[in-house]
């Protein structure tokens, strides 16, 4: 099958299944863009641009809005799941009467199911298990996608084949993705870095400068790589694009939600008048309790996951969780850094 002239459903008209659709749909695929809402349906096709979550991109004639969720599914060969990681169970329950086992689905969303602790792809396998599920990720902020910005990502899952079929579909001029069968670290780096940027954006709220960043995300990335190594994950994928990549411009970027939210958090505002402020789904806030769990399950020492989860869940102060963590006692980098990256791996 080869992958001219697709018929492929964008599930979440978001920012980023916006951009999606638009990528897709400027190779000339027919791309069915869904949302519940029918007021942004209609804001869509009327201007052909989805002003409430990417505005400024022309979103052409190759991107049929709907809300009718079977019409968008049928015939489809390609299922895109771009909603936000705690409402992924509810989508598939919906998708599940109209999917046939012969789509493929793509998940973008970063995050972990609260309560069960699952990586999303397990989620869409429990739902729909004759499917084969596939993760795209790695550091792609919606707005530079969808202005053909270079963005480089990678696409995980079992066979080989398909992975590199759904390289070359996804693949343009400014969009490179890369494949790596590594399932379980691409997912956990996509969802865990969102927790290293909200005690970035802490780091700058404070009025911190580049030393303090520097060490919050190199810390970060062996904190993520050592939970990684318990649930299974290979070292390596934590070195590439969805780790210290995908950490990197979720870090540094003044489009990520999650450094926007540590900001304010560390001006001093209240969760509750921060997710107001943002007015979009922050994934690092439930990732953080959800880290925190499983780390406290597991006995995986992760102190800059359970400073920020201090500051989220028992309202502590962020300059003294600082000052806490800067006290902690003292440790050897290089022998700490070997056991993750160099050895001890299954």
């Known amino acids: 099958m080869g992958s001219d002239y697709l018929k492929i459903a964008v599930i979440g008209a978001g920012s980023w299944g916006t951009a999606i659709a638009s990528l897709l749909g400027g190779k000339g695929h ?3 863009l869904w949302h519940r809402r029918e007021e942004i349906i209609n804001n869509i096709k009327l201007e052909k641009e989805n ?37 992924v169970r509810d989508i598939c329950t919906s998708l599940e009467p109209y999917v046939n086992s012969d789509q493929q689905i793509i998940n973008l969303a970063k995050g972990l199911e609260d309560k069960t602790y699952l990586r999303l792809s397990q989620v869409i396998n429990e739902i729909l298990p004759y499917n084969e599920v596939y993760v795209l990720s790695g550091p792609s902020h919606a707005e530079e996608v969808a202005k053909h910005i270079p963005t480089t990502v990678v696409i995980s899952g079992e066979r080989k084949d398909k992975c590199e079929f759904l390289q070359d579909v996804f693949t343009t001029d400014s969009f490179r993705v890369y494949t790596n069968p590594d ?19 802490m780091s700058d709220g404070l009025g911190y400068g580049d ?21 299974g994950a290979k070292s390596e994928t934590f ?33 509750e008048n921060v997710l107001n402020d943002i007015g979009m789904v922050i994934e690092g ?34 300059k003294d969780v600082v000052h806490r963590m800067m006290n902690r006692k003292n440790k050897h980098e290089i022998e700490e850094i070997n056991s993750l990256f160099y050895h001890g791996w299954n």
């Open 30 to 32: 027919n791309v069915h």
């Open 51 to 87: 002003k409430k979550y990417l505005p400024g991109i022309n979103l052409g004639d190759s991107i049929y809005p709907s809300s009718d969720l079977e019409l968008v599914v049928k015939d489809s060969q390609i299922i895109v799941l771009a909603v936000a990681s705690q409402g």
């Open 183 to 201: 399932i379980v670290g691409v997912e956990l780096g996509g969802a865990l870095k969102n927790i290293i940027a909200l005690g970035a954006g």
């Open 211 to 231: 030393n303090s960043k520097a060490a919050l995300m190199t810390r970060g990335i062996v904190e993520i790589s050592r939970l990684g190594k318990v649930l």
């Open 239 to 271: 070195a590439g694009l969805t780790g210290i990549g995908d950490l990197i411009v979720t870090c540094t970027s003044v489009h990520s939600r999650n450094r926007r939210a540590g900001i304010l958090l560390g001006q001093g505002m209240d969760l």
């Open 285 to 318: 806030i439930k990732a953080t309790k959800i880290a925190y769990e499983i780390s406290n399950l597991y006995n995986c020492d992760m102190p800059i996951t359970s400073a920020i989860y201090k500051v989220l869940y028992e309202n502590a102060n962020v």
